[in-house]
């Protein structure tokens, strides 16, 4: 299932790498923007996917928001995380593509066409880059590097999310920003960062990548609670139980305990 799945992937990446003539719109803020190629790969991969199984639920950011199936599978997809970095030509993109069984998280493909990066995972089989097994770093708080965003598409939040970014700056490494969470993720997965915060992530944003890290040995949560794969949810992640509490420490106290929405 897992080959099946990273082929179709695969070929979704060649049509988004090779996409040039696309159209930019926005998504009601002018931050949130959506090109002809999100649409476009998202109605390749809802094809495929259901083909592959069929029977099975399609959950995507581009028109098929519908809820997870409490059994059977359900697919939850974003064609491209990343399109702000896509619509300008910068090459950090993930096509994410979970596969929930019974509501759980069973199998995470993330990959980045441009940069010919395939991250795999199956509950219980591990986590793989380009077929090569990956893992998290053992690096401590103070050794690490925090990928954070400021919320760029409702910045009625940016404010505590910069505060939250002020107080973690000066006890790591550095704050680095690249523009996909679900690459992020993997990073994370395959030891190139330690720490993860933001506010509000979709379940196509970050679906597909928990699987990645939780079989990379990292750990990934919500605001006090676990990851909702139905709803936008706060996403706090680290390479140990200790480095992501230190994160969600400091966001809980500087959002006084309570979810913003
Ligand atoms: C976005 C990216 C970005 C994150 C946003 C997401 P999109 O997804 O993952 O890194 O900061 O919260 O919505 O809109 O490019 O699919
Ligand atoms: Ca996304
Ligand atoms: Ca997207």
């Known amino acids: 299932m897992l080959a099946e799945i990273e082929k179709i ?111 795999t995972a199956q509950i219980g089989e591990g986590a793989f880059k380009n077929g090569k097994p990956i893992r998290v770093s053992n690096r401590s708080f103070e050794d690490g590097i925090f990928f954070t965003a400021w919320c760029a598409y409702d910045k009625r939040l940016s404010a505590p999310c910069f505060e939250v970014s002020e107080r973690l700056h000066p006890r790591c490494n550095d704050i680095r920003r690249i523009g996909t969470a679900a690459v992020e993720l993997c990073m994370l997965a395959e030891g190139a960062a330690e720490m993860y915060f933001e506010i509000r992530l979709c379940p196509w944003d970050f679906a597909a990548a928990s699987v990645v890290l939780f079989e990379a040995g990292g750990h990934i949560c919500s605001f006090g609670g676990p990851l909702d794969y139905d709803n936008p949810c706060p996403v706090i992640a680290g390479n140990s139980p200790k480095n992501l509490m230190s994160v969600a420490n400091v966001v809980v106290d500087v959002f006084d305990g309570k979810r913003p929405y």
């Open 9 to 119: 992937v695969r070929l979704s990446g060649k049509n988004v790498r090779e996409s040039v003539d696309f159209t930019v719109t926005d998504k009601g803020t002018r931050e949130n923007l959506v090109t002809s190629a999100d649409i476009e790969n998202e109605k390749f991969l809802k094809k495929e996917l259901l083909e592959l199984i069929p029977g099975s639920v399609f959950k995507g950011e581009e028109g098929d928001d519908v809820p997870v199936a409490k059994e059977g599978y359900t697919w939850i997809v974003d064609p491209i995380d990343g399109t702000t970095n896509f619509s300008r030509g910068i090459p950090e993109v993930g096509i994410s593509v979970a596969l929930m069984k019974d509501a759980q998280p069973y199998i995470g493909v993330v990959y980045n066409p441009f940069t010919d990066s395939m991250y």
